[in-house]
């Protein structure tokens, strides 16, 4: 009859603390991510030789048919939306579609105008 104690196997790495920090970085992006919210309709923008970024925080949305969106509001709504959240010094980000007629894109600008919003940047994507 053996007494001897059996050999003891090595004991092996917890798995706890590597799930701990996994669990932490998760919530930690989570909680530092910003959603956008998707583009109300698809807008191409047009091409030019630049290599500025917009750099203005409320954006409006112009289909290729004239169709204004900001923030959930469309139309005329949509003007008002802005103006109601800008002041006449701020920039607005003016995504428009690069099929969008120039007769209604001066249009839209003097609407703007009109509510007060005398500063607009065009989105364009480069060349």
Same mark, same amino acid.
């Given at each position: ?46 091409? $030019? ?6 750099? @203005? *925080?409320?954006? =409006?949305?112009?289909? %290729? ?5 900001? /923030? ?15 002041? $006449? ?6 995504? @428009? *579609?690069?099929? =969008?007629?120039?007769? %209604? ?5 003097? /609407? ?16």
């Amino acid at each position: 009859m053996d007494l001897t104690e059996p050999p003891r196997r090595p004991r092996s790495e917890s798995i706890v603390p590597m799930i701990n920090v996994v669990f932490l970085l998760l919530i930690f992006f989570l909680m530092t991510s910003r959603l956008a919210e998707p583009e109300p309709f698809d807008v191409t923008p047009p091409t $030019a030789a630049t290599e500025a970024e917009a750099q @203005a *925080d409320p954006v =409006l949305f112009v289909s %290729k048919d004239g169709r204004l969106s900001f /923030d959930g509001a469309e139309g005329t709504g949509a003007i008002a939306a802005v103006a109601a959240q800008s002041d $006449a010094s701020s920039i607005i980000q003016l995504r @428009a *579609d690069a099929a =969008l007629e120039a007769g %209604k894109l001066a249009a839209i600008l003097r /609407d703007l105008s009109t509510a007060g919003l005398a500063r607009v940047e065009l989105v364009v994507s480069a060349k």
